[in-house]
Nanobody, 117 residues
Framework: QVQLVESGGGLVQAGGSLRLSCAASGSIFNINSMAWYRQAPGKQRELVAR???????NYAESVKGRFTISRDNAKNTVYLQMNSLRPDETADYYCNALLGPPYLEIWGQGALVTVSS
């Protein structure tokens, strides 16, 4: 099984930057892709960015040009660099791994990002 541990959340002023990290451990040989999602209070969880094992990257339209997803294979870690943060991006940010096939999703515990105005 795969375990995901996020770090790097916190409080930042509008326009500031944060970097989230997600360290994977366990049976990591069959990770198909890793992603970051976020869930704001009272809203549905949404995809922020995804990176596949082949290196294909996708971003939500709202974060293109400001957020960057990357990975360090040697450290089994995925990062989300977030720049020019806005107050409406205050949310719990979750790391996600898609394993397989057969496909199985694994979630981290979440990292709270608070953007003050």
């Amino acid at each position: 099984q795969v375990q995901l541990v996020e770090s790097g959340g916190g409080l930042v002023q509008a326009g500031g930057s944060l970097r989230l990290s997600c360290a994977a451990s366990g049976s990591i040989f069959n990770i198909n892709s890793m992603a970051w999602y976020r869930q704001a209070p009272g809203k549905q969880r949404e995809l922020v960015a995804r990176i596949t094992s082949g290196g294909t990257i996708n971003y939500a339209e709202s974060v293109k040009g400001r957020f960057t997803i990357s990975r360090d294979n040697a450290k089994n870690t995925v990062y989300l660099q977030m720049n020019s943060l806005r107050p409406d991006e205050t949310a719990d940010y979750y790391c996600n791994a898609l394993l397989g096939p057969p496909y199985l999703e694994i979630w981290g515990q979440g990292a709270l990002v608070t953007v003050s105005s």
